[in-house]
């Protein structure tokens, strides 16, 4: 099983990496803040240079989800010339 981590644009303060986190692990946001908070002051700001990492890194959940269901922008096809001396127009 491949495990995916992402970043989510719901219930994100900067840029969603601590909220993707919550949501893949299925815990409670304030308590993986508080986490981060901890770790950040613990190791002596390392945890600021792993956030700014991660948020270059991990992508958005939603657009994963539309490149997996196909839900993206529309592609807009290319139109065939027509044809002005053919009967099939008008």
Known sequence: MKVTFYKTKRNRLLTGVLAGLADRFKFDLSLIRFLYILFTIAAFGLGI??????SVLLPYKEDLEAEMYGM?????KDAEPIDEKSDLFW
């Open 49 to 54: 240079l792993i956030y700014i990492a991660l």
């Open 72 to 76: 993206g922008p529309r592609k807009r």
